[in-house]
C-alpha cells in the first residue's frame, strides 16, 4: 500500500520536474518509519530528508528537532541541531578524520544508507529506469534481513526494510520527493537565523532556560536518525560500532 | 593551676634545652632528622625565609586556568608525576613550588556557584559583579544593554594601556570568550561576541559587540577618558575566528570548519579592519603563519587559530591548518612585550580545561592542565624573577572529586585499587570504581581513543553506576561517572587557589575575595600611581 501510494507520488513529482534534471540535490523526501514488534505493536514516526549542496538536514516534526550535516571536507561532517520549536541550535565541531567514529560518512548521513552497506548487499531485482529506476538488494546482517529498494537517481531509498529473528521490524517508506530549491533554501535560511550555542559553551551558561531544559531533552535521542539497529547503534556496515 | 604552670615551664625548658644542648640530648631521632620528606620539607621551608622585599614590579603575567579547582591541580600533579614514571603524589607542578599562594573566593554577586565572566570581571576590574556580565558593575540587568551605561569599569589592562606598558592577551578558548573579554570589553551578557548574538534593542541603543570592542579597543579607550593616548593591545592571540568575520563564504579561512565560516551579520571583516588599523601589524590564521611571524620585527599580532575555541591540547596535531600550543603562543607573546622599557601586562588563558570538565572528561581537563603549566614554567624561565610577578589561578572549580582508598602510586585515571592489593577493590554493589568522578553530568562514556571531550555531547546521557571491569579508564576518551544528569557538567562554588612569584607576591596570602587579584595586580604596577 505505502509502496504502491509511494511510487505514484514519485511518478507525478517526477513528471513536475521532468524538465529539470533528476539529480541528487535540492531535494525534500517525506519518509514514514513503522516500527512493528511480534506482539503486533505498530508505531509510526514521520521524518524529512531536506538536501542542499554539501547539506543534508532530517526533520523530524514530532520531536521539532531538525538534524544537519554540513559537508565540509572528506571526512569531516559538521553537525547541528536545531530545536525548532526553541528557534535555537546546537553547533558541534566538524569530526576530523582520525576521529569520526560517528560522523566521517558522508553517504550515511546524506543517502539514509551508506555506500558501504548498499556495496555489501547482494542485488537481486532492478525495474523502471531513468530518474524511477528502482534496485532492489538484500542481505542478512546479525540474524536481521535487511531489504532495500534503491533510487540511484536520487540517491535515496524507496524503502528499506530491517525484520528481526523475533518478528520485529522497521520499514523506511519514502511517501513523497519533491524538487523545489527555493523551499529547500528558505527551510535552511530559517534555521541559519536560529542563535546557536557552541556544544563546548552549554556548560557555561546554566542560566539560560532553553539550555537547561536539554537536561532533560538528550542531544541525540536514540535512533532520532538514519537506520539504527535494536540497540540504538547506526546501520553502516558490517562493522558496526 | 599550679600543674598548668608546671606543665608550660617544663615545655619551656625542653626547648631550650633542644637549642642549647640539641646533640646531648636527640629529641629528634636520627631516622626522623635523615628522612627524606623531613629535610626537603626543612629546605622548602629554608627557600621561603629569603625574602624579596621589592613590591613594584616591571611587568605582571596572570594565569587563569578556566575552572582549574584544586582537585584538578591535584590530579594533574599526580598525572604529572606518572607519566614520568614515578608514583606522582610527591610531584609539584611547576607553579605550586611558587612561594606564595592564597585562597580564593569566586561566588559571584548573584550567584553562589559563579561563570567566568563574574569572576574574571572581578580579577580584571577589582569589585565584584554578577554572572553572566562583562565589565561592567552590579547594577547592570544581564542582556540589558541600557543598564550597562554608566556602569562600565576599568580593568588592569587598560589601565596597563594607559600607562604606557605594552599588553597582551592569549587564550585557547575564543578570545571573544568570558574570561579573554573581561581584559578588554564592557557588555551586559557574555554571548554577545558578534552582532549576530546581539538582540536589536542592543544595537538601537548604541552597545557594540565583543569583537568589534577588541578591534576597536584603542579608540573606545581613548573615547571613554578624555586626554589619553594609547596604542592599542600589543598581542592578541585566541581562537574566534568567526566572529570577526562576515556571513560570507567567500571570507572562510583554508580551514573553515563550517561552509560559512563568519557569522558577521553587518558584512564587516573585523580582520582587515584591524590590519587597516595596524599597518605594520601581523594576522595570522594557522601554525605556518604564527611559526614564520619574526618577533624581533613585530610589534602588533593578531592571531586567530580556529573558527570557534582551539583544539584541546591532545586534539591540536589534528587540525587542519594547524595550531600552535599554549606555551608556544605565550612565549611568542613575551618576545614581543619584553620590547616595552617600561614593561607589560600579559593574560594568558588556558580555556579548555573548563570545557573537558564540563564533558566529564578527566584526561582532557589534566592534559590541558599540563599544557597551561608548560606555558607557565615557560614564561617563569624566560623572564626576570626580579622584576616579573606572575600570578597563576583559576576562576572557579568542578565538582570534580579524587576519593576513595587507592594505593601510592595508583594510576590517577584509573580504578581504585586498595593498600596492600592488586586488584581493584569493589564498591558495595559489587563493582569497581573510578579515584575521579564528577557529582553531576552526562556520566559514563567509554569513548576509548576519542582525544575531542565534546564527542560526549553527541553521546546519551548516562549517570549512575556502571560495571568498569574490563574497560580501561586510563584512555583518553573515558568520561567518569557522575551522579546526578545535567547536560553538562557544572561549575562548583568552593574556593580556588591563588599562586604568585615575584615583586608583589608577597600581599598574596590568606583567603580573600577574587576582586583582591586586580588590587594585587594594581599595586605591583602602580597603575593609579600618575
Ligand atoms: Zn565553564
Same mark, same amino acid.
Given at each position: 500500500?505505502?509502496?504502491?501510494?509511494?511510487?505514484?507520488?514519485?511518478?507525478?513529482?517526477?513528471?513536475?520536474?521532468?524538465?529539470?534534471?533528476?539529480?541528487?540535490?535540492?531535494?525534500?523526501?517525506?519518509?514514514?518509519?513503522?516500527?512493528?514488534?511480534?506482539?503486533?505493536?505498530?508505531?509510526?514516526?514521520?521524518?524529512?530528508?531536506?538536501?542542499?549542496?554539501?547539506?543534508?538536514?532530517?526533520?523530524?516534526?514530532?520531536?521539532?528537532?531538525?538534524?544537519?550535516?554540513?559537508?565540509?571536507?572528506?571526512?569531516?561532517?559538521?553537525?547541528?541541531?536545531?530545536?525548532?520549536?526553541?528557534?535555537?541550535?546546537?553547533?558541534?565541531?566538524?569530526?576530523?578524520?582520525?576521529?569520526?567514529?560517528?560522523?566521517?560518512?558522508?553517504?550515511?548521513?546524506?543517502?539514509?544508507?551508506?555506500?558501504?552497506?548498499?556495496?555489501?548487499?547482494?542485488?537481486?531485482?532492478?525495474?523502471?529506469?531513468?530518474?524511477?529506476?528502482?534496485?532492489?538488494?538484500?542481505?542478512?546482517?546479525?540474524?536481521?534481513?535487511?531489504?532495500?529498494?534503491?533510487?540511484?537517481?536520487?540517491?535515496?531509498?524507496?524503502?528499506?526494510?530491517?525484520?528481526?529473528?523475533?518478528?520485529?521490524?522497521?520499514?523506511?517508506?519514502?511517501?513523497?520527493?519533491?524538487?523545489?530549491?527555493?523551499?529547500?533554501?528558505?527551510?535552511?535560511?530559517?534555521?541559519?537565523?536560529?542563535?546557536?550555542?557552541?556544544?563546548?559553551?552549554?556548560?557555561?551558561?546554566?542560566?539560560?532556560?532553553?539550555?537547561?531544559?536539554?537536561?532533560?531533552?538528550?542531544?541525540?535521542?536514540?535512533?532520532?536518525?538514519?537506520?539504527?539497529?535494536?540497540?540504538?547503534?547506526?546501520?553502516?556496515?558490517?562493522?558496526?560500532? | 593551676?599550679?600543674?598548668?604552670?608546671?606543665?608550660?615551664? $617544663?615545655?619551656? *625548658?625542653?626547648?631550650?634545652?633542644?637549642?642549647?644542648?640539641?646533640?646531648?640530648?636527640?629529641?629528634?631521632?636520627?631516622?626522623?632528622?635523615?628522612?627524606?620528606?623531613?629535610?626537603?620539607?626543612?629546605?622548602?621551608?629554608?627557600?621561603?625565609?629569603?625574602?624579596?622585599?621589592?613590591?613594584?614590579?616591571?611587568?605582571?603575567?596572570?594565569?587563569?586556568?578556566?575552572?582549574?579547582?584544586?582537585?584538578?591541580?591535584?590530579?594533574?600533579?599526580?598525572?604529572?608525576?606518572?607519566?614520568?614514571?614515578?608514583?606522582?603524589?610527591?610531584?609539584?607542578?611547576?607553579?605550586?613550588?611558587?612561594?606564595?599562594?592564597?585562597?580564593?573566593?569566586?561566588?559571584?554577586?548573584? *550567584?553562589?556557584?559563579?561563570?567566568?565572566?563574574?569572576?574574571?570581571?572581578?580579577?580584571?576590574?577589582?569589585?565584584?559583579?554578577?554572572?553572566?556580565?562583562?565589565?561592567?558593575?552590579?547594577?547592570?540587568?544581564?542582556?540589558?544593554?541600557?543598564?550597562?551605561?554608566?556602569?562600565?569599569?576599568?580593568?588592569?589592562?587598560? #589601565?596597563?594601556?594607559?600607562?604606557?606598558?605594552?599588553?597582551?592577551?592569549?587564550?585557547?578558548?575564543?578570545? @571573544?570568550?568570558?574570561?579573554?573579554?573581561?581584559?578588554?570589553?564592557?557588555?551586559?551578557?557574555?554571548?554577545?561576541?558578534?552582532?549576530?548574538?546581539?538582540?536589536?534593542?542592543?544595537?538601537?541603543?548604541?552597545?557594540?559587540?565583543?569583537?568589534?570592542?577588541?578591534?576597536?579597543?584603542?579608540?573606545?579607550?581613548?573615547?571613554?577618558?578624555?586626554?589619553?593616548?594609547?596604542?592599542?593591545?600589543?598581542?592578541?592571540?585566541?581562537?574566534?575566528?568567526?566572529?570577526?568575520?562576515?556571513?560570507?563564504?567567500?571570507?572562510?579561512?583554508?580551514?573553515?570548519?563550517?561552509?560559512?565560516?563568519?557569522?558577521?551579520?553587518?558584512?564587516?571583516?573585523?580582520?582587515?579592519?584591524?590590519?587597516?588599523?595596524?599597518?605594520?601589524?601581523?594576522?595570522?590564521?594557522?601554525?605556518?603563519?604564527?611559526?614564520?611571524?619574526?618577533?624581533?620585527?613585530?610589534?602588533?599580532?593578531?592571531?586567530?587559530?580556529?573558527?570557534?575555541?582551539?583544539?584541546?591540547?591532545?586534539?591540536?596535531?589534528?587540525?587542519?591548518? =594547524?595550531? /600552535?600550543?599554549?606555551?608556544?603562543?605565550?612565549?611568542?607573546?613575551?618576545?614581543?612585550?619584553?620590547?616595552?622599557?617600561?614593561?607589560?601586562?600579559?593574560?594568558?588563558?588556558?580555556?579548555?580545561?573548563?570545557? *573537558?570538565?564540563?564533558?566529564?572528561?578527566?584526561?582532557?581537563?589534566?592534559?590541558?592542565?599540563? $599544557?597551561?603549566?608548560?606555558?607557565?614554567?615557560?614564561?617563569?624561565?624566560?623572564?626576570?624573577?626580579?622584576?616579573?610577578?606572575?600570578?597563576?589561578?583559576?576562576?572557579?572549580?568542578?565538582?570534580? @572529586?579524587?576519593?576513595?582508598? /587507592?594505593?601510592?602510586?595508583?594510576?590517577?585515571?584509573?580504578?581504585?585499587?586498595?593498600?596492600?592489593?592488586?586488584?581493584?577493590?569493589?564498591?558495595?554493589?559489587?563493582?569497581?570504581?573510578?579515584?575521579? =568522578?564528577?557529582?553531576?553530568?552526562?556520566?559514563?562514556?567509554?569513548?576509548?581513543?576519542?582525544?575531542?571531550?565534546?564527542?560526549?555531547?553527541?553521546?546519551?546521557?548516562?549517570? =549512575?553506576?556502571?560495571? #568498569? @571491569?574490563?574497560?580501561?579508564?586510563?584512555?583518553?576518551?573515558?568520561?567518569?561517572?557522575?551522579?546526578?544528569?545535567?547536560?553538562?557538567?557544572?561549575?562548583?562554588?568552593?574556593?580556588?587557589?591563588?599562586?604568585?612569584?615575584?615583586?608583589?607576591?608577597?600581599?598574596?596570602?590568606?583567603?580573600?575575595?577574587?576582586?583582591?587579584?586586580?588590587?594585587?595586580?594594581?599595586?605591583?604596577?602602580?597603575? #593609579?600611581?600618575?
Amino acid at each position: 500500500m505505502w509502496k504502491i501510494l509511494s511510487i505514484l507520488i514519485i511518478a507525478i513529482t517526477s513528471t513536475q520536474v521532468s524538465a529539470q534534471s533528476c539529480d541528487a540535490l535540492w531535494l525534500t523526501a517525506d519518509y514514514d518509519i513503522k516500527h512493528s514488534t511480534q506482539a503486533g505493536n505498530e508505531q509510526h514516526t514521520k521524518m524529512t530528508v531536506w538536501r542542499k549542496p554539501e547539506h543534508v538536514a532530517h526533520q523530524y516534526a514530532q520531536t521539532q528537532i531538525t538534524e544537519m550535516w554540513q559537508f565540509v571536507r572528506q571526512g569531516m561532517l559538521k553537525p547541528t541541531r536545531y530545536f525548532d520549536e526553541h528557534k535555537r541550535a546546537i553547533e558541534y565541531q566538524p569530526n576530523e578524520l582520525v576521529h569520526g567514529k560517528r560522523e566521517t560518512d558522508w553517504s550515511y548521513r546524506n543517502q539514509l544508507v551508506s555506500n558501504q552497506l548498499i556495496d555489501s548487499m547482494n542485488k537481486v531485482d532492478e525495474r523502471d529506469s531513468g530518474c524511477m529506476k528502482v534496485v532492489t538488494y538484500k542481505k542478512t546482517l546479525n540474524g536481521n534481513e535487511l531489504v532495500l529498494e534503491w533510487l540511484p537517481a536520487y540517491k535515496l531509498p524507496l524503502r528499506f526494510q530491517r525484520k528481526d529473528n523475533q518478528g520485529n521490524s522497521i520499514v523506511w517508506q519514502q511517501q513523497s520527493l519533491t524538487k523545489d530549491s527555493d523551499k529547500v533554501a528558505a527551510f535552511f535560511e530559517r534555521r541559519d537565523n536560529y542563535k546557536a550555542t557552541d556544544y563546548a559553551d552549554i556548560g557555561d551558561d546554566h542560566t539560560d532556560p532553553f539550555l537547561t531544559n536539554m537536561v532533560t531533552q538528550g542531544f541525540i535521542e536514540q535512533g532520532a536518525s538514519g537506520f539504527y539497529d535494536t540497540k540504538g547503534r547506526a546501520i553502516k556496515s558490517e562493522h558496526t560500532h | 593551676m599550679n600543674t598548668r604552670w608546671k606543665a608550660v615551664s $617544663a615545655a619551656i *625548658a625542653v626547648s631550650l634545652s633542644m637549642t642549647a644542648v640539641a646533640q646531648q640530648i636527640q629529641v629528634i631521632p636520627n631516622y626522623q632528622k635523615d628522612n627524606a620528606w623531613y629535610t626537603e620539607a626543612q629546605t622548602r621551608l629554608s627557600e621561603k625565609e629569603v625574602t624579596n622585599n621589592q613590591f613594584k614590579a616591571k611587568n605582571v603575567i596572570v594565569f587563569v586556568g578556566d575552572g582549574m579547582g584544586i582537585s584538578t591541580l591535584t590530579s594533574a600533579r599526580i598525572l604529572k608525576g606518572q607519566l614520568n614514571g614515578q608514583p606522582g603524589e610527591e610531584e609539584f607542578l611547576a607553579f605550586e613550588r611558587f612561594p606564595r599562594t592564597a585562597l580564593v573566593k569566586t561566588y559571584n554577586v548573584d *550567584a553562589q556557584t559563579p561563570d567566568s565572566a563574574g569572576t574574571m570581571t572581578a580579577m580584571m576590574s577589582g569589585l565584584k559583579t554578577d554572572v553572566g556580565v562583562i565589565g561592567v558593575n552590579e547594577q547592570v540587568q544581564r542582556g540589558e544593554c541600557s543598564t550597562s551605561k554608566g556602569n562600565e569599569v576599568a580593568t588592569a589592562l587598560e #589601565l596597563a594601556e594607559i600607562k604606557g606598558l605594552s599588553t597582551g592577551i592569549v587564550s585557547t578558548a575564543r578570545i @571573544t570568550h568570558a574570561t579573554p573579554a573581561a581584559t578588554y570589553a564592557k557588555s551586559a551578557d557574555r554571548n554577545w561576541e558578534d552582532i549576530s548574538d546581539m538582540p536589536e534593542s542592543a544595537i538601537n541603543q548604541g552597545c557594540k559587540d565583543i569583537a568589534d570592542q577588541l578591534v576597536n579597543f584603542e579608540t573606545y579607550l581613548e573615547q571613554r577618558y578624555t586626554g589619553i593616548d594609547v596604542d592599542g593591545i600589543e598581542v592578541v592571540l585566541g581562537g574566534g575566528r568567526r566572529h570577526f568575520l562576515p556571513k560570507d563564504e567567500s571570507f572562510n579561512s583554508p580551514d573553515a570548519g563550517s561552509a560559512v565560516e563568519g557569522d558577521r551579520t553587518d558584512s564587516r571583516d573585523l580582520t582587515s579592519e584591524w590590519q587597516e588599523r595596524y599597518a605594520d601589524g601581523v594576522y595570522v590564521y594557522d601554525q605556518a603563519g604564527f611559526d614564520s611571524l619574526d618577533t624581533a620585527s613585530t610589534n602588533k599580532l593578531f592571531g586567530l587559530f580556529n573558527e570557534s575555541h582551539m583544539q584541546y591540547e591532545a586534539d591540536r596535531d589534528n587540525d587542519i591548518a =594547524g595550531e /600552535p600550543s599554549i606555551e608556544q603562543m605565550t612565549e611568542t607573546a613575551l618576545n614581543i612585550l619584553k620590547k616595552n622599557n617600561k614593561g607589560f601586562f600579559l593574560m594568558v588563558e588556558s580555556g579548555r580545561i573548563d570545557h *573537558a570538565h564540563h564533558a566529564g572528561n578527566a584526561a582532557g581537563a589534566l592534559t590541558d592542565t599540563l $599544557a597551561f603549566e608548560a606555558a607557565i614554567k615557560s614564561a617563569y624561565e624566560n623572564t626576570d624573577p626580579e622584576e616579573t610577578l606572575i600570578l597563576v589561578t583559576a576562576d572557579h572549580g568542578h565538582v570534580f @572529586t579524587i576519593a576513595g582508598y /587507592p594505593k601510592r602510586g595508583n594510576p590517577i585515571l584509573g580504578k581504585v585499587v586498595n593498600v596492600g592489593s592488586e586488584e581493584p577493590a569493589e564498591a558495595a554493589d559489587g563493582m569497581p570504581y573510578t579515584t575521579l =568522578g564528577y557529582t553531576n553530568g552526562r556520566g559514563f562514556m567509554n569513548l576509548a581513543t576519542e582525544t575531542n571531550s565534546d564527542v560526549a555531547y553527541t553521546m546519551d546521557i548516562d549517570t =549512575g553506576r556502571k560495571d #568498569l @571491569t574490563g574497560i580501561d579508564t586510563t584512555s583518553a576518551g573515558y568520561h567518569q561517572e557522575a551522579l546526578i544528569p545535567l547536560s553538562s557538567e557544572t561549575h562548583s562554588g568552593e574556593d580556588i587557589t591563588l599562586h604568585a612569584t615575584g615583586p608583589g607576591s608577597q600581599l598574596v596570602q590568606g583567603v580573600v575575595e577574587q576582586s583582591v587579584v586586580f588590587h594585587i595586580i594594581n599595586q605591583a604596577l602602580g597603575l #593609579l600611581d600618575e
